[in-house]
């Protein structure tokens, strides 16, 4: 087993947790690395961290990485549930399993999440607006159009678009009247700026979010941030 460091915490000034460190045994459980004194975020610090973000990390055991879309109301993609304690700990909850929280730390213009016992867990980024509103960010950090944005971009609009998944190309026409495409369905913008759809066929409704590159539009699934169309407009 390799030598690592141990840590425990105390309660300082302004919310914030250092670690005092002592060597110990590697459980296995996340990095090796010793962790010298840091200042841990605090619950105030770590709820607008979160709040209708969408983060991208890496685990340090085995460099995997990815994106979690953490909700407003308390859920994330995939997941399940998450909540800051009191104390200062982000804790997750999947599907099936048990809760687990961790304290977090900045190092630099990234995060580090950290068990109780010391372990360093996984380092990740995310967009913070300045005005501290919820900002949704494409995996490349581009912003999605507001809700009026949208609404502007598509009524009465003719749109040429790519599939991303099949190279597949066409168009769509989006009428005034909510109905996009003839009799394919119709279409409305939600306040918080998605774009949603909802097919004749089968009667289901698919959201994504708009964001501008360059000269033409990008069309972002809600479900999995995965970017699904190009479009431009005629």
């Known amino acids: 087993m390799k030598t690592m460091m141990r840590c425990f ?6 919310g914030f947790l250092v670690t005092g460190c002592v060597a110990g045994k590697d459980t296995g459980s ?17 709820k607008p961290l979160h709040e209708g973000r969408i983060q991208h990390w890496q685990k340090l055991k085995n460099d995997r990485a990815g994106s979690t879309l953490f909700r407003a109301d308390g859920t994330h993609y995939k997941m399940g549930a998450w909540r800051v304690t ?19 730390y900045r190092d630099g213009e990234s995060y ?6 010391g ?17 949704v960010i494409t995996p490349d950090g581009g912003k999605a159009l507001s809700a009026e944005q949208v609404k502007k971009l598509y009524t009465g609009s003719t749109m040429s678009w790519t599939n991303l998944n099949d190279g597949k190309e066409g ?3 989006y009428f005034a009247d909510d109905r996009y495409a003839s ?15 909802t097919q004749s066929r089968n009667n289901k409704t698919y ?22 169309y190009t479009f431009t407009l005629e």
Request: aromatic residues 6%.
């Open 9 to 14: 915490f105390s309660i300082v000034t302004a």
């Open 30 to 46: 996340g990095s090796t690395e010793a962790i010298t004194d840091v200042q841990y975020l605090s619950m105030a610090d770590l």
């Open 86 to 104: 009191e104390e200062g700990m982000k804790c997750t909850k999947r599907k099936g399993k048990d809760e687990r929280c961790h304290r977090t």
């Open 112 to 117: 580090v999440g950290v068990t109780a016992d």
């Open 119 to 135: 372990n360093k867990l996984y380092t990740f980024t995310a967009k913070n607006s300045d005005s501290g509103e919820p900002v």
């Open 171 to 173: 168009k769509s026409i």
């Open 183 to 197: 009799s394919r369905g119709t279409w409305e913008v939600t306040d918080d700026g998605r774009r949603c759809l």
């Open 207 to 228: 959201c994504s979010r708009i964001y501008k590159e360059g000269d033409h539009y990008v069309i972002v699934s809600s479900e999995n941030n995965k970017k699904i």
